[in-house]
Nanobody, 113 residues
Framework: QVRFVESGGGLVHPGGSLRLSCTAS????????MGWFRRAPEKQRERVVL???????KYSDFVKGRFTISRDFAKNTVYLQMNNLQPEDTAVYYC???????WGQGTQVTVSL
């Protein structure tokens, strides 16, 4: 069973950047349709971006032009580059397959002055 470990979160000022990492184990991430998701305090989890094994990628409107995914197949890792972060981006970020309901620990991103 594939598992994911997220890392790279932290505290940044508005306008700052972070790069999150999602490293897969147990299988190759490229075998799955996947996404980055986030859960802000007192809100439901929402999808940030999804990508499929066929190469389709879709960013949610609230991150378009600011967030970008990239992949390192040798490291079995997917990255989420986040630029121009805003306080409303504060959340725990997760990566997962589009089908799974089992979630990892995620990584906390806090955007604050």
């Amino acid at each position: 069973q594939v598992r994911f470990v997220e890392s790279g979160g932290g505290l940044v000022h508005p306008g700052g950047s972070l790069r999150l990492s999602c490293t897969a184990s147990g299988d190759i991430f490229d075998n799955y349709n996947m996404g980055w998701f986030r859960r802000a305090p007192e809100k439901q989890r929402e999808r940030v971006v999804l990508w499929t094994t066929t190469g389709y990628t879709k960013y949610s409107d609230f991150v378009k032009g600011r967030f970008t995914i990239s992949r390192d197949f040798a490291k079995n890792t997917v990255y989420l580059q986040m630029n121009n972060l805003q306080p409303e981006d504060t959340a725990v970020y997760y990566c997962n397959t589009l089908e799974s309901n089992t979630w990892g620990q995620g990584t906390q991103v806090t955007v604050s002055l």
